[in-house]
Every structure is written in structure tokens, then in C-alpha cells.
């Protein structure tokens, strides 16, 4: 396939909305992953069991609220880079397999494969950047180092800390945008008839309709793979200042590692830990980010087509000047 309009008009709205979506939830997203981190016995844990916002009101009694902002610049490069990567590979396998198998929709099992195709391209690029994200919300408040600094701290093979285990969360967005892609499709077959033959942009939801089913499929989606979201994040984990912990800390940095030190100090229960607060995160940003993508997504795509239309006739016209 040449110039592929479609793909890039999902990937580049796809992008613009994670960089909003990651931005307003941020703060959340700190305050989840500084509790998702913490590993040890119940009776020495900093924070409540129940009560993430222990952390918020922690960042409040050190004077360090802006700290709930710590790494957001690194983790809105990463976000926009994967998110464009993701959406643009996933609407490329997507078209190529329609094409390839001359079907007019894609089933269940098909989109599955094409997401975690997406999805594994999607980790490999943008690792460092999710280890270094992960390092900087975990690290003490107003201790946060830069990007650069936190990246060269460590070795190259520690930037990829977690690869295994978040290739394998690439069942995470495949089942979320597999059930986003099978409840838009239904969703939308009762306005494709009210549809103008004329129009061939492609079909948006509205921002509700686009919202409720962001959320419904990401909050399936965390539920399902949440034990290995905690384990990720155990692995990333800054180093702790504190010397009680630094034994557990040098035992979580294999993924047999984390999982041991999860179950010997929480029991089977920790491997749910801060669940709720992951859902009501990713399932907000994730909403927002697909309510943003489908109501920027036409716009996008008339602006490719301004941008094809122009380059088209500019070329045309160099082609004509050089031919005299």
C-alpha cells in the first residue's frame, strides 16, 4: 500500500488524544503507581490497604504537590509515541488483512492477533521511556530525577526492565480495542443507513457513545491482566531510600522475583492491590483518549486529504515546469 490516509489519520488523532487523556489523569496515575510499588509486610506498609489516597494526602504533608507531576514530560513523549505507533499499526494490519482476505469486517480472533501484533511493536520502541516513567512517579517526592539522568543511571539492559512481562501485557489493549472495535461496529450498523453515499469519510462515534465504550472495554481489560500490571510495576520501581526495604527491593527485579516477594508479604490479595484504582485511571484516560480520537479523528482525516490534495498538485505542476 502507497500513502496510507486512513492509518495515519487514526495514529496522529490517536496520539493527540493520549497526550490530553495522560495529562489530566497524571496526578491519579502518581499517586496509583507510588502504591502499586510498594511491596511489604502488611504491618510495615506506608500506605493503607484500602486508602490510595494515603499518597495524595503524603504529598500534601511534604509540601510537594507539584511532585504528583513528576515525569510528565517523559510520560507524555511515551505516551504519544506509543499511542501513535499503536494506532498506526493497528489500522495498517487491519486494512492489509481486509485486503489479503477480501473480508468486509474482522473477526473476534483476527483483531486479537492484529492488536497484539500492534502491540508488541509498540513496547519494543517505547520501553526506556516506560521504565524511565515508572522510575520518576516512584521516586520520592521532590527526588525525581530528569530523563536523561534517570536513563543513564542504569545500564541499557535495565532501561528494558519489565520487556518480558509488558509483551506480554500486549493482551491488555487487544482485548480493550478488540471489545471497542466489536461494540463500535454494532453500534454504528444503525447509522450506516442514514449515511450520505456521498460522504466517504470514515464513520465517528459521538463523544458519549465513544466515552461509555472506552470505558466498558478498558475496564475489562485491566481486570483480566491486573496481576501482571502490579508485577510491571514492582519491577520498574525506583530504589527506596529506606534500608528496611531495600532487601525486598533487590528481590523484585526478576519477574519470578516480584511475584515471590508479592505473595511472601500480601498473599494472594496483592496481587490485586490498588486494583480499583487502576481501573478508575486507565478506564478515565483510556475514555478520554478514544472519546478525543473519534470526535478529532474526521477532522484529521480531512486535513490528510487537504495535505495528499496539495502535495498531488504540487507535484503535478514540478513534473509540468521540468517537462518544458
Known amino acids: 500500500m502507497a500513502?496510507?490516509?486512513?492509518?495515519?489519520?487514526?495514529?496522529?488523532?490517536?496520539?493527540?488524544?493520549?497526550?490530553?487523556?495522560?495529562?489530566?489523569?497524571?496526578?491519579?496515575?502518581?499517586?496509583?503507581?507510588?502504591?502499586?510499588?510498594?511491596?511489604?509486610?502488611?504491618?510495615?506498609?506506608?500506605?493503607?490497604?484500602?486508602?490510595?489516597?494515603?499518597?495524595?494526602?503524603?504529598?500534601?504533608?511534604?509540601?510537594?504537590v507539584l511532585s504528583l507531576y513528576q515525569g510528565l514530560g517523559t510520560k507524555n513523549l511515551q505516551s504519544f509515541i506509543s499511542q501513535f505507533v499503536y494506532f498506526y499499526g493497528y489500522s495498517f494490519f487491519k486494512r492489509l488483512y481486509l485486503e489479503k482476505s477480501r473480508n468486509k469486517t474482522i473477526g473476534t480472533k483476527a483483531n486479537l492477533i492484529v492488536a497484539a501484533a500492534a502491540g508488541a511493536c509498540t513496547v519494543i520502541v517505547t520501553q526506556p521511556l516506560d521504565t524511565a516513567s515508572s522510575k520518576m512517579q516512584t521516586s520520592e517526592f521532590g527526588k525525581s530525577r530528569g530523563l536523561w539522568k534517570t536513563l543513564s543511571e542504569g545500564t541499557w539492559s535495565e532501561a528494558f526492565d519489565g520487556l518480558g512481562i509488558s509483551l506480554l501485557l500486549t493482551s491488555n489493549p487487544s482485548i480493550q480495542y478488540t471489545v471497542f472495535d466489536q461494540l463500535k461496529r454494532r453500534l454504528l450498523e444503525r447509522q450506516l443507513s442514514k449515511r450520505s453515499s456521498i460522504d466517504s469519510s470514515p464513520e465517528a462515534l459521538s463523544a458519549f457513545s465513544a466515552f461509555v465504550l472506552g470505558a466498558v472495554s478498558k475496564c475489562i481489560a485491566t481486570c483480566v491482566t491486573y496481576p501482571a500490571i502490579r508485577c510491571k510495576v514492582t519491577l520498574q520501581a525506583a530504589e527506596s531510600d529506606e534500608?528496611?526495604?531495600?532487601?525486598?527491593?533487590?528481590?523484585t527485579k526478576t519477574i519470578s522475583g516480584a511475584l515471590y516477594s508479592i505473595w511472601k508479604n500480601e498473599g494472594a490479595a496483592g496481587f490485586f492491590k490498588g486494583l480499583l484504582a487502576q481501573n478508575l485511571k486507565?478506564?478515565?484516560?483510556?475514555?478520554?483518549?478514544?472519546?478525543?480520537?473519534?470526535?478529532?479523528?474526521?477532522?484529521?482525516?480531512?486535513?490528510?486529504?487537504?495535505?495528499?490534495?496539495?502535495?498531488?498538485?504540487?507535484?503535478?505542476?514540478?513534473?509540468?515546469?521540468?517537462?518544458?
Not at 483518549?289 to 514540478?318: C, G, N, P, Q
Open 282 to 324: 486507565t478506564v478515565l484516560s483510556s475514555a478520554l483518549l478514544l472519546m478525543i480520537k473519534e470526535k478529532i479523528s474526521k477532522t484529521t482525516w480531512f486535513l490528510m486529504l487537504a495535505l495528499k490534495k496539495y502535495l498531488f498538485v504540487t507535484r503535478s505542476r514540478i513534473k509540468s515546469t521540468l517537462s518544458r
Open 3 to 64: 500513502f496510507d490516509l486512513e492509518s495515519l489519520s487514526e495514529a496522529t488523532s490517536g496520539a493527540i488524544g493520549a497526550l490530553v487523556s495522560t495529562t489530566i489523569s497524571y496526578p491519579l496515575d502518581t499517586c496509583k503507581t507510588k502504591y502499586q510499588a510498594e511491596v511489604r509486610a502488611h504491618h510495615q506498609q506506608k500506605y493503607s490497604p484500602r486508602n490510595i489516597s494515603d499518597v495524595f494526602w503524603e504529598a500534601i504533608a511534604s509540601r510537594q
Open 243 to 251: 534500608s528496611e526495604v531495600e532487601e525486598v527491593q533487590a528481590k
